[in-house]
């Protein structure tokens, strides 16, 4: 099978999701492709403005709000797909997330042009209600999760066994990364009742361990699914995505240690940035071994 074979199973496969997808995962697939642009637009103006990149008014958070919520939306549309459940049930907690991803962008975005900070902004009314219902809206997002990570640990529409373990992986890891931006906005409102400022420091300690478990969702099941296209059988398929599951785990746990005794990444102790180093090198090593194995097919 040559590269472009092969790249064009692939993008049929991906071409599936969308024809044979619901209404609601088509929807879903469009507002994550609005939510990203919107991130790539607010950084652009960042940059070109010469704007601070640091600080609850910068234009970084609604950056990052908007490419991280585009790229999640359309991640979680795609695993979801792997997990049996009846269509009005994904229907309405993809319908539920969707939402839920809107208005947090949004409200953030609206924040950031106003010039006033997006969480722990109780000035005004309107600054009450915005904080409000950015709470409500990862309450939302909570439960969703939930039901789809106890969803991944049923029944998977694929039975291959690498594939149900990059998704329940991805999905437990999620919600770690959920559970930490929930102690974030805790910290923080506990904070600001000393002082405003605390508040988003003490929250933003633990940016670092809410960022990147939050992503495993996306990379371990990609793993496991371009496996799929390889000629390799199963069992070894199982052991790459293992070795990029152990990876992320341990790269996971040393930036939640770092961020809870708030150690900066490049201030580490040599033990903790070895770990680091081993845990990155092993998801790499998994992705560049999947690289490899398509590549092999290619040629074959």
């Given at each position: 099978?040559?590269?472009?074979?092969?790249l064009g199973s692939m993008g049929r496969t991906l071409r599936r999701s969308w024809t044979d997808g619901l209404r609601v995962e088509r929807f879903a697939y469009v507002v994550s492709a609005v939510l990203f642009?919107?991130?790539?637009?607010?950084?652009?103006?960042?940059?070109?403005?010469?704007?601070?990149?640091?600080?609850?008014?910068?234009?970084?958070?609604?950056?990052?709000?908007?490419?991280?919520?585009?790229?999640?939306?359309?991640?979680?549309?795609?695993?979801?797909?792997?997990?049996?459940?009846?269509?009005?049930?994904?229907?309405?907690?993809?319908?539920?997330?969707?939402?839920?991803?809107?208005?947090?962008?949004?409200?953030?975005?609206?924040?950031?042009?106003?010039?006033?900070?997006?969480?722990?902004?109780?000035?005004?009314?309107?600054?009450?209600?915005?904080?409000?219902?950015?709470?409500?809206?990862?309450?939302?997002?909570?439960?969703?999760?939930?039901?789809?990570?106890?969803?991944?640990?049923?029944?998977?529409?694929?039975?291959?066994?690498?594939?149900?373990?990059?998704?329940?992986?991805?999905?437990?890891?999620?919600?770690?990364?959920?559970g930490i931006g929930a102690a974030m906005i805790a910290t923080g409102t506990v904070a600001r009742a000393t002082d405003p400022q605390v508040a988003y420091t003490t929250a933003g300690a633990l940016k670092p361990?809410?960022?990147?478990?939050?992503?495993?969702?996306?990379?371990?099941?990609?793993?496991?699914?371009?496996?799929?296209?390889?000629?390799?059988?199963?069992?070894?398929?199982?052991?790459?995505?293992?070795?990029?599951?152990?990876?992320?785990?341990?790269?996971?746990?040393?930036?939640?240690?770092?961020?809870?005794?708030?150690?900066?990444?490049?201030?580490?102790?040599?033990?903790?940035?070895?770990?680091?180093?081993?845990?990155?090198?092993?998801?790499?090593?998994?992705?560049?071994?999947?690289?490899?194995?398509?590549?092999?097919?290619?040629?074959?």
């Amino acid at each position: 099978m040559s590269i472009t074979a092969q790249l064009g199973s692939m993008g049929r496969t991906l071409r599936r999701s969308w024809t044979d997808g619901l209404r609601v995962e088509r929807f879903a697939y469009v507002v994550s492709a609005v939510l990203f642009a919107s991130g790539l637009v607010h950084l652009a103006v960042l940059v070109i403005s010469g704007g601070t990149w640091t600080g609850p008014l910068s234009l970084r958070k609604p950056t990052t709000f908007g490419l991280s919520f585009g790229l999640t939306l359309a991640t979680l549309t795609w695993a979801t797909s792997f997990l049996r459940l009846r269509p009005r049930i994904r229907a309405t907690l993809l319908g539920a997330f969707t939402a839920a991803s809107i208005a947090e962008v949004t409200l953030v975005s609206t924040q950031a042009w106003r010039g006033v900070p997006s969480h722990f902004n109780f000035e005004t009314g309107l600054d009450t209600v915005i904080t409000a219902t950015l709470a409500a809206g990862g309450g939302v997002i909570v439960v969703t999760v939930t039901a789809w990570t106890i969803a991944a640990f049923g029944a998977v529409a694929d039975a291959r066994p690498s594939i149900r373990l990059a998704l329940r992986f991805g999905f437990v890891a999620l919600l770690v990364a959920l559970g930490i931006g929930a102690a974030m906005i805790a910290t923080g409102t506990v904070a600001r009742a000393t002082d405003p400022q605390v508040a988003y420091t003490t929250a933003g300690a633990l940016k670092p361990a809410h960022a990147v478990p939050m992503h495993a969702i996306l990379v371990v099941p990609a793993v496991a699914w371009l496996l799929t296209f390889t000629r390799w059988p199963e069992r070894l398929r199982l052991r790459i995505v293992r070795l990029c599951v152990a990876g992320y785990t341990l790269l996971t746990a040393v930036v939640v240690v770092e961020s809870v005794a708030d150690i900066p990444p490049l201030a580490a102790p040599p033990v903790a940035t070895l770990a680091s180093i081993l845990g990155l090198g092993a998801v790499l090593a998994a992705g560049a071994v999947t690289l490899y194995g398509l590549l092999r097919r290619a040629h074959q």
